[in-house]
């Protein structure tokens, strides 16, 4: 098995489901022989499978780098998520970087962005 595809839950990956629709999504469950994996789609080229969880072989799909938030909106729009989610570790670590933010404003990316209040996820 390549080792790009040993994936664990919550990683972020592409693939092909098994109709051969594009799809990208996060990781919710790997199998115990890891050869399939289960997928919350949350882009696709079918607009039906979007939103929903599906199985797929894991030798079809292909986990994406992390990226590294700093920018304050788009910290605060991924809170909301976690909290939508009822993610309790995510929530903490998203809290966690933003309050570094905060004391270490010079490290942060620019803050241009003017906040809207309200709800923030409709800025993603």
Known sequence: MVENNL??????VQG????GEL???FVETVSDNREIVKVNVVES???KVVGKSIWIPSKWT???P???ISNETHLLALIDLALLSKDETWFMELSGKLESIKI???ISARKS???IPGNRIAKL
């Open 23 to 25: 799809i990208h999504g």
């Open 45 to 47: 080229d079918n607009e």
């Open 104 to 106: 270490h404003p010079k």
């Open 66 to 68: 992390d990226l590294e």
């Open 113 to 115: 962005e003017v906040l």
């Open 62 to 64: 292909e986990k994406l």
């Open 7 to 12: 994936f664990k839950n919550g990683d972020w």
């Open 16 to 19: 092909k489901s098994r109709d």
